[in-house]
T-cell receptor, first 113, second 115 residues
Framework: DAGVIQSPRHEVTEMGQEVTLRCKPISGHNSLFWYRQTMMRGLELLIYFNNNVPIDDSGMPEDRFSAKMPNASFSTLKIQPSEPRDSAVYFC???????????FGQGTRLTVV | AQSVAQPEDQVNVAEGNPLTVKCTYSVSGNPYLFWYVQYPNRGLQFLLKYITGDNLVKGSYGFEAEFNKSQTSFHLKKPSALVSDSALYFCAVRELSSNTGKLIFGQGTTLQVKP
């Protein structure tokens, strides 16, 4: 398996624009996580899916952020409208079971100017 | 609510010396504990985990960690540090008591190994 695949790797956008980050989890994995990493706040859990169902979205910063998982092989994280403070590295991770480790993608570095 | 604390922002050790990176956790049920490493501009890589069984678990690259239930700790250790071990290390916990399996990370500890 190619691992967790995220796209794009880098995104530069202007404030106010819509941004969509994509994730393809490892085949057969039931859990999917979206994290945001910044120097100030570290690695924050934004949302967690289990079997394509959002289980906990308490980490989503505000209504500008939304995440979907329409099927077991694809998830998106959307920011609309984007703001400069959204600049961060966004990671997607998946795991096969609830008591096992998660495998991370390479991340998407988002810069909002 | 579950949480993880890494009390040291940075740990400095000399090459060849033993290293310890500290982690404490808080969960209401059984903890499932993990260590990850992150190199610059890369994703997180899994190092080792404690699910059940022996309190001393061994992982990749010669790392090991000791689970201590009474102290709610899961410190990462290596007998002899290498310069190439310099990276950002994260401790993480999953709690299944609420049947959600949420995976929470500590703030990370930068390990600097000097020649």
């Amino acid at each position: 398996d190619a691992g967790v695949i995220q796209s794009p790797r880098h995104e530069v956008t202007e404030m106010g624009q819509e941004v969509t980050l994509r994730c393809k989890p490892i085949s057969g994995h039931n859990s999917l996580f979206w994290y945001r990493q910044t120097m100030m706040r570290g690695l924050e859990l934004l949302i967690y899916f289990n079997n394509n169902v959002p289980i906990d979205d308490s980490g989503m910063p505000e209504d500008r952020f939304s995440a979907k998982m329409p099927n077991a092989s694809f998830s998106t994280l959307k920011i609309q409208p984007s703001e400069p403070r959204d600049s961060a590295v966004y990671f997607c991770a998946s795991s096969p079971l609830m008591n096992t480790e998660a495998f991370f993608g390479q991340g998407t570095r988002l810069t909002v100017v | 609510a579950q949480s993880v604390a890494q009390p040291e922002d940075q740990v400095n050790v000399a090459e060849g010396n033993p290293l310890t990176v500290k982690c404490t956790y808080s969960v209401s049920g059984n903890p499932y504990l993990f260590w990850y490493v992150q190199y610059p501009n890369r994703g997180l890589q899994f190092l080792l985990k404690y699910i059940t069984g022996d309190n001393l678990v061994k992982g990749s690259y010669g790392f090991e960690a000791e689970f201590n239930k009474s102290q709610t700790s899961f410190h990462l250790k290596k007998p002899s540090a290498l310069v190439s071990d310099s990276a950002l290390y994260f401790c993480a916990v999953r709690e299944l008591s609420s049947n959600t399996g949420k995976l929470i990370f500590g703030q990370g500890t930068t390990l600097q190994v000097k020649p």
